[in-house]
């Protein structure tokens, strides 16, 4: 995943429920963008809060009341190109405006924020190119909460390891006991690639407030996969909670 897509800072989802995709000219976007054949579709919508940029970079960080820097709040550009129906590749932007078009491109315009992300979900639900790029577009529209939908894409062994490892990465971001559980049963899950499961690991250390630490010492203690339960004790020493000292306290004594 590009730098851009990969913030430090932890995020926080609105807690709106994604809706069902409202008809766009009776074609749903993810139609509309696979009928064009060959070319480049380009689409606008809403940026979630705390998501801006400059038409280049894209920050996800809360905005500081100490600096001010030029970043716009909106809207989320993508570019999606196509190649007889199939993607093959995706491009996010936030802010700036679009250069002077070319004949093969389509442009749909300022589309609904849920109408958006349910279409890049479903296109990168396909299988094709740039599927992790669909997915961090998708995960910051505004207005909508699509973990279950990652979650479903994580598990999909038959996706891109990009694009699954991305909808872990951005589970992760998604604050809420729901979200959490799902990635306990990501790292729980044997049947799941280690690649994925490791990346749940990674996503249960990023949950705000240490939230993920109950469910991290759970693994350490009894995930039957020693990488996995070094991964997990990996993170438990970033966490700088004291539950994960009195586990390394337990580990050294012998009593765990």
């Known amino acids: 995943m590009p730098s851009t897509h990969l913030p430090t800072a932890l995020l926080t989802f609105a807690t709106i429920t994604l809706v069902s995709t409202p008809q766009l000219s009776a074609q749903s976007i993810e139609t509309r963008i696979t009928a064009v054949g ?7 919508y809403a940026a979630r809060e ?6 280049r970079n894209i920050s996800t960080h809360d905005r500081s009341d100490e600096r001010e820097f030029d970043c716009e709040a909106g809207p989320v550009r993508v570019s999606i190109s196509v190649d007889d129906g199939v993607v093959t590749r995706a491009r996010t932007y936030v802010g700036g405006r679009w250069r002077t078009t070319g004949d093969r491109v389509t442009d749909l315009g300022s589309v609904s924020a849920p ?27 505004d207005s909508v909460v699509i973990w279950p939908d990652l979650l479903r894409i994580a598990r999909r062994a038959t996706l891109p390891s990009k ?11 998604s604050a809420g006991d729901a979200a959490t559980r799902g990635l306990a049963d990501l790292a729980g899950d044997e049947a799941q690639d280690r690649d994925v499961r490791e990346h749940a690991v990674f996503g249960l250390s990023q949950l705000p407030d240490n939230q993920g630490v109950p469910i991290l010492l759970q693994v350490a203690r009894s995930n039957r996969d020693p ?30």
């Open 115 to 141: 109408a958006a992300a349910r279409g890049l979900i479903d296109l990168a639900e396909r299988g094709d190119a740039g599927g992790d790029d669909l997915v961090f577009a998708a995960s910051i529209a």
């Open 38 to 44: 060959t070319g480049t579709v380009h689409l606008s």
């Open 163 to 173: 694009t699954r490892t991305s909808a872990v990465f951005w589970i992760s971001q």
């Open 227 to 256: 990488q996995i339960r070094r991964k997990a004790i990996f993170w438990l020493g970033q966490s700088e909670d004291a539950r994960a000292l009195a586990f390394f306290e337990e580990v050294l004594l012998g009593k765990s």
């Open 50 to 55: 705390g998501v801006c940029g400059n038409g």
